[in-house]
């Protein structure tokens, strides 16, 4: 069942902006904004940090790391 919500006390300026970019999209102002509220909120599926710092983990395990101490180390030799 489609609600509504409706916003308050907007800067006119972000309502400028929001129409502009509207028009880019060949959108109305409303339907921009459902798209902006669909798009900011689709990435977000739950997944706590140790699941997400997994995920990074595979997605790199292949690369080449090196050690922060060792990057520490020769920032302060560079001095």
């Known amino acids: 069942m489609p609600g509504n919500l409706h916003v308050r006390n907007l800067d006119d300026e972000l309502i400028s902006r929001l129409k502009i970019r509207a028009a ?8 921009e904004h459902r798209e902006i509220l ?10 706590d940090f140790d ?5 990074l983990r595979k997605l790199t395990a292949s ?3 090196t050690p922060s ?3 520490l180390r ?3 030799d560079e001095r």
Do not use: F, I, P, T
Request: hydrophobic letters at 30%; a negative charge.
């Open 51 to 55: 699941d997400l710092a997994a995920e």
């Open 24 to 31: 880019r999209h060949g959108r109305s102002a409303e339907a």
């Open 38 to 47: 669909r798009q900011a909120l689709a990435n977000e599926d739950g997944s």
């Open 69 to 71: 101490e060792a990057l």
């Open 74 to 76: 020769e920032g302060r």
């Open 63 to 65: 690369r080449k790391q």
